[in-house]
């Protein structure tokens, strides 16, 4: 049972585009969703993250929408660059019981074609 | 400049062979995670401690894998026999207890 589904599975983008990815979960006890931004060869690194009780978050050119009433969330990057050409992905974990475990999306490969 | 470090970075090895992966948490950090990437299957949990006490190895096969905190500073996952099925990046994170995991960049895993 994949309890976090993520779509596109991948996305190219001109460069200054908008680059949306979209996230659905079915476990209503997470409450913490963070994206993650994996470079070929490292491992995923958090990118930006946003707790249910708000409905978006913006961090520089990205920015987290949140809709709890769906069960969605989704990413997206403002002016796209070559340089954010990675796979993303997007995770749900339940920290209010003081746990951290991650349950990730499959990913997204993003491609910012110059 | 405080990092995960995981080792080998590369391991090829022949089916049957013992294979170990080691983890170096960031200092202070309580919570240890190992988790498996695949194209097919994505990001998986094999196990997490806390404490260096296995609070959860229900992703892991097992009869074949084992995960250990033999201290703070190292954790390691122990494949024994390896399997071809088992070629994937392993990656270690650590973190404070609720706070946010750091990843290591990985073991790059081939059983031939």
């Known amino acids: 049972q994949q309890q976090v589904k993520q779509s596109p599975q991948s996305l190219i983008v001109q460069k200054g585009g908008i680059s949306i990815i979209n996230c659905a979960y079915e476990n209503t006890a997470f409450d913490y969703f963070p994206w993650y931004q994996q470079f070929p060869g490292k491992g995923p690194a958090l990118l930006i993250a946003?707790?249910?009780?708000?409905s978006e978050k913006k961090e520089g050119r990205f920015t987290i929408s949140f809709n709890k009433s769906a069960k969605q969330f989704s990413l997206h990057i403002m002016d796209s660059q070559p340089g954010d050409s990675a796979t993303y992905f997007c995770?749900?974990?339940?920290?209010?019981?003081?746990?951290?475990?991650?349950?990730f999306g499959k990913g997204t490969m993003l491609l910012v074609s110059p | 400049d405080a990092r995960v470090t995981q080792t080998p970075r590369h391991k090829v090895t022949e089916m049957g062979q013992e294979v170990t992966m080691r983890c170096q948490p960031i200092?202070?950090?309580?919570?240890v995670f190992w988790y498996r990437q695949t194209m097919m299957q994505g990001l998986e949990l094999l196990a997490y401690f806390r404490n260096r006490a296995p609070l959860d190895d229900s992703g892991m096969p097992k009869d074949r894998f084992s995960a250990e905190m033999p201290d703070a500073t190292l954790a390691t996952l122990k494949i024994q026999p390896s399997e071809p099925r088992d070629s994937a990046v392993y990656f270690c994170?650590?973190?404070?207890?609720?706070?946010?995991?750091?990843f290591g960049q990985g073991t790059r895993l081939t059983v031939v």
């Open positions: 994170a650590s973190a404070l207890e609720g706070t946010e995991a750091f």
């Open positions: 200092l202070g950090h309580n919570t």
């Open positions: 995770a749900a974990s339940k920290r209010s019981s003081g746990y951290s475990t991650l349950t």
């Open positions: 946003i707790r249910p009780d708000v």
